[in-house]
């Protein structure tokens, strides 16, 4: 089986970067595996520039692939190659359904969910293995029916015929410079050897020993698993409907049962904020004075009065946080709007200097795993955006590694 990949939702290339273990010397590449990438897509929706498509393309353009700088939800899914595995980051929406005015057996979905349009390139290309990454809220979403999202994505799974895996990993409990708790699913088509093997394990087996996460990202413990059952719905409408559970951190779902419990991750010592941090830097990250005072009072703890549409008052909370970032721990999750006079933007206290400061455009590429510079070209805070929309891809290599390994036991 060939070891080919389509990408949806690229972003700047963090699946390329970590299946391949991209690394860039002096703008030369290496790479350690070859995943061939047949053809990807990105596109940012409200805008008229494209920066990360264009990032993506700096980097592959000149590959022998095909690069589509177009929305997803236009383009037919019989155009897209055939291919091994489909990867991607898709965003966390509301995902419900519900059947069809015109089309009494129509599904109808909420304008603009991606997760349809996945579903869709399984349903026409069939991939025989899929990687997928999301927010961990996607377990407990929406908040007034716990679990009804991911049970609908399950869901379609089990209608495109796939055995399913997921674990949400906090990327610095696994050596990474990042606190970035995400889900990664992982899917395998019935049909492959691979299925087929695992379906003659035992549950508690297949997650404690047999599981692609339970080879790549140990587990101290394992606790008793919870168990839901899909096959009475008939559809993605039922769900929807029906549909509640408790997910837990780790779980599979096999011939539309689920099974799902909570881990205790083997924790390694995480990359510092020390480790990754640059010399020299220029003034222009480093806080003015009045900065400086903006980001105590935002990092400081506050009791607001607000007040509600109706009229009624309630106060809003924030406990206090440290000054700055220890630079003894890896890096808090990085969000998308890093590098603004925001709370959760990053402040160091910079060695060299001793004066307070932002991270660097490079500094957030290294708290992903990316190489230095790739963002290069466009204005920081758009670098900040980009690498907040970024997953770490040292994940995606320690799994990617695996997903190559079960490509080379099929036909």
Known sequence: MEKTVVELFAGVGGFRIGLNHI???????????????????????????????????????????????????????????????????????????????????????KKGVLWRQIYEVLLTKKPPFVLLENVDRLLKSPSKQRGRDFGIILKSFDIAGYFVQWKVINAADYGMPQRRRRIYIFASKKSTKYSKKMKKKDILEI?????IFAKTFKAEQILNYKEYDLTI???????????????ENYGIMMNGKIYTSKYIPVVEEPIKLKQII??????????STIDQEKFKYLRGSKKIERQRNDGTTYFYSEGSMSPYDSLDLPGRTMLTSEGTINRSTHIILDPEKNKLRKLTPIECERLNQFPDNWTEGMPDRKRYFMMG???????????????????????
Do not use: M
């Open 278 to 287: 640059e010399k020299n830097v220029d003034e222009k990250y480093f806080l």
């Open 23 to 109: 690394k860039r010397e002096n703008k030369s590449y290496s790479e350690e595996n070859n995943f061939e990438f047949l053809w990807v897509n990105q596109w940012e929706p409200s805008t008229k520039t494209q920066e990360a498509f264009d990032c993506y393309k700096t980097h592959f353009g000149n590959e022998k692939n095909e690069l589509i700088n177009k929305d997803i939800s236009l383009i037919s899914k019989k155009d897209i190659p055939n291919h091994t595995l489909l990867v991607g980051g898709f965003p966390c929406q509301d995902y419900s359904v519900a059947h069809s005015l015109k089309h009494e057996k129509g599904i109808e979905g």
């Open 233 to 247: 719905y008939d559809n993605q409408v039922d769900v929807s409907t029906d549909f509640k559970a408790s997910f």
């Open 389 to 411: 929309n970024a997953l770490v891809t040292g994940i995606i290599s320690k799994i990617g590694d695996e997903i190559y390994k079960i490509i080379d036991k099929e036909d």
């Open 207 to 211: 997650l404690n020993n047999e599981s």
